[in-house]
Structures are given as structure tokens and as C-alpha cells.
């Protein structure tokens, strides 16, 4: 059974940047589709990217569009989100997310199986 854990949360400043992680155990990571969830205080669960395991793709949300970049790294069985120029409207539980066979269209929280427990994010104006 593969688990997720994130790291990297906290606070960061407005126009800052962060890094979050995402690693998990088990030995198939590099069959996952890796998918990155906010969800802010009050708000539904909302997509932020993914990258596919089928080719590579990535997808992302209109809102991180030009401001973050998603990474795995398959050797140490870990994804990333990379988020430059933070704003407070980010402020939220980032979470990991992972499903076997999605394509890079997978952007429904629905769509994937392996969850981790989150990570609290947030931005200091």
C-alpha cells in the first residue's frame, strides 16, 4: 500500500516562493500520477496540478498557471510543487494525491486514490 506524506508547509512571505514535497513509500511511485489539492478554510477541495506517469505531461489550474512548477523525481520516489510570488489567497492544506493509469485530463480529486494528510500553507502579506 502506498503512502503519501507532504513537507515544506509553513509560513512564507507574499512574493516569496515555496517548495512542498510529496514522497512516498512502496516501490511503484514511478507508475503514480501525481496530483497536487488545495483546499482553504471553507472552501472546496480545489485541483492545482498534476504530472502524469503515462508520458511525463503536466497540467496545471488556471490559477498556478505561470506561478508554479510540479516535479517528481522517481529515484527518491518524491513530487514537488514549486510556488513562486505566494500571495495570502494561497493560503490553504496543500495535499499530494496519486492514482495509477490517469492521464494528464485527471483532474478531479475523485480520480485519485492515495492521499496524504496535508500540509498547511501560509502567506504573510
Known amino acids: 500500500q502506498v503512502q503519501l506524506r507532504e513537507s515544506g508547509g509553513g509560513l512564507v512571505q507574499a512574493g516569496g516562493s515555496l517548495r512542498v514535497s510529496c514522497a512516498a513509500s512502496?516501490?511503484?511511485?514511478?507508475?503514480?500520477?501525481m496530483g497536487w489539492f488545495r483546499q482553504a478554510l471553507g472552501k472546496e477541495r480545489e485541483f492545482v496540478g498534476l504530472?502524469?506517469?503515462?508520458?511525463?505531461?503536466?497540467r496545471y489550474a488556471d490559477s498556478a498557471k505561470g506561478r508554479c512548477t510540479i516535479t517528481r523525481d522517481n529515484t527518491r520516489n518524491t513530487a514537488y510543487l514549486q510556488m513562486n510570488s505566494p500571495n495570502p489567497e494561497d493560503r490553504a492544506v496543500y495535499y499530494c494525491a496519486a492514482g495509477r493509469g490517469l492521464v494528464v485530463q485527471s483532474t478531479t480529486s475523485e480520480q485519485f486514490d492515495i492521499w496524504g494528510r496535508g500540509t498547511q500553507v501560509t502567506v504573510s502579506s
Open positions: 512502496g516501490r511503484t511511485f514511478s507508475d503514480l500520477t
Open positions: 504530472i502524469s506517469a503515462i508520458d511525463g505531461s503536466i
